[in-house]
């Protein structure tokens, strides 16, 4: 058996990530180069790039490749594909069809929304978000891309770096993606030219020292013939790095990045439900155990909470301390870490809603209206210096008011062009003045909760996605002062 025969797996994340806890400690860990990671773990992956860059067909190949392809699925793919006549009398398959499920995007040939994909091979389990290259599409690969592991963004061999994949590798830096990987497709159409990829790898050099993003790792790929996507290929001895599957298996997630950092994140709890099971709302629980019960659920966003710390509820500022957590089924918990669901039991009765945030004490900036940020523009409705806009938080959503356009991102230089209006996919930085207090941390220093989303008042649709970042005339003091 090859080690890279593969079982498909269907349905939901949690499956995969059940069946990577399954398999985790029976197999030996995966190395290349630099990078070792325990075998079994899950790992969530997207991939960019411009329209016609082989997206589809390159998660098509890793799929097939990988034997993570159910019989009836190729069977049928393949069939389509002789009555497409793609590959003639050879009778290749189109693996992009293996992603392209909407009838629009098979008719087109072009990819329009987010699928994902779940499979795994021999050392590890996959989340597989293919986003659609046309610039229409960027907020779908904003969406594949704020979750993922790492992300593949394809470069043509034939056409090198574009402004779209400028614009992608902006976007990734911004999300602070942990992980970036260059796959320079059709190398075959440039008959394997270590020159042409050479002269792409100086290019993305360049362009990730400009934005301040770290050194991508670059590999010559086909999509369509398979080369360097599974197994090295033979046609380019002049690589010698790892295929992109190998990479893939090898990378640190984020959780097992962030397990490994010496840095302990301070607790972030955002609260998504109060609870209070009393009389009616509750029907078949003992009114007399429940009757003083007090607990507020939600997902640990960041580090974790142990009986009888110390927290403060933000925006308010009250202090108090964590007297019960409750775990799945009612168990009681000593202690727990994000990314866990959880109910809190606090020791005073404080008048706490949803959306309010439970931090540890002594590790939170003070709540502030103003928001300074970065945006990724994703509405084809300008956004102008005035407009009124709704801000969501984590379980919090505001009104906002934009007070200042401060620039927007020049794709040529990366400098910040003065300007009065952000476009659709424009990332620009931006001033909002928040209709009530919230606790803002930069992006750059908290991840979960340093992201919000813009939304509009009248339709609900979302306008942006925004990262905050430093307040001017920040300092150490002011940043923990409650």
């Known amino acids: 058996m090859s080690r890279l025969e593969t079982t498909t797996i269907a349905a939901t994340e949690e499956a995969a990530a059940g069946s990577a806890t399954d398999v985790a400690g029976s197999l030996d860990p995966v190395t290349v180069g630099e990078f070792t990671t325990p075998s079994g773990t899950l790992f969530r992956f997207a991939t960019a790039g411009s329209v016609d860059d082989g997206k589809s067909t390159l998660v098509g190949r890793l799929l097939h490749d990988s034997k993570a392809i159910l019989a009836d699925t190729l069977a049928a793919v393949t069939r389509t594909s002789a009555e497409r006549g793609f590959g003639g009398s050879d009778g290749g398959v189109d693996l992009a069809l293996l992603t392209d499920g909407l009838r629009a995007e098979r008719e087109q040939g072009i990819t329009i929304d987010v699928a994902y994909r779940y499979f795994a091979t021999a050392a590890r389990s996959f989340i597989l978000a293919d986003c659609p290259g046309h610039v229409q599409y960027t907020k779908n690969t904003v969406t594949g891309a704020s979750t993922a592991d790492a992300v ?251 007070r200042a356009i401060i620039g927007k991102l020049d794709l040529d230089d990366f400098s910040l062009l003065p300007s009065s209006s952000l476009a659709l996919n424009d990332i620009g930085t931006v001033q909002l003045r928040l209709a009530a207090p919230l606790p803002l941390e930069p992006y750059a220093e908290h991840r979960r909760t340093g992201a919000f989303l813009v939304i509009d008042p009248l339709d609900g649709n979302t306008l942006a996605a925004g990262m905050i970042g430093e307040r001017p005339g920040d300092s150490e003091e002011e940043r923990y002062s409650i």
């Open 152 to 402: 593949v963004v394809l470069i043509d061999a034939r056409k090198g770096v574009l402004e779209q994949t400028r614009r992608h590798l902006s976007v990734l830096h911004l999300l602070r993606v942990p992980h970036v990987i260059i796959a320079v497709n059709k190398i075959d159409l440039v008959d394997f030219s270590e020159s042409v990829f050479d002269g792409i790898v100086a290019e993305v050099s360049h362009v990730a020292r400009s934005i301040g993003l770290a050194e991508p790792l670059v590999v010559p790929v086909s999509a369509l013939a398979g080369d360097n996507v599974v197994e090295p290929s033979a046609r380019t001895p002049w690589y010698h790095g790892s295929a992109l599957l190998e990479i893939l298996e090898s990378l640190p997630s984020i959780d097992e990045l962030e397990a490994a950092s010496d840095t302990v994140e301070p607790l972030r709890f955002p609260v998504q439900l109060v609870l209070r099971p009393q009389g009616g709302l509750a029907p078949g629980l003992r009114a007399e155990e429940f009757r003083d019960y007090r607990g507020y659920a939600g997902q640990l966003a960041a580090g974790s909470v142990n009986l009888g710390d110390s927290v403060t509820v933000l925006p308010s500022g009250k202090t108090t301390s964590v007297v019960g957590i409750d775990g799945p089924g009612g168990s009681h918990l000593a202690s727990a870490a994000a990314p866990q669901s959880v109910v809190l039991r606090l020791s005073d009765e404080l008048d706490i809603a949803r959306g309010e945030m439970i931090s540890g004490s002594g590790t939170t900036r003070e709540v502030s209206q103003d928001l300074y940020s970065s945006l990724c523009w994703l509405s084809a409705k300008p956004l102008r210096e005035g407009a009124k806009v709704l801000v969501k938080h984590g379980t919090r959503t505001v009104q906002a008011l934009v």
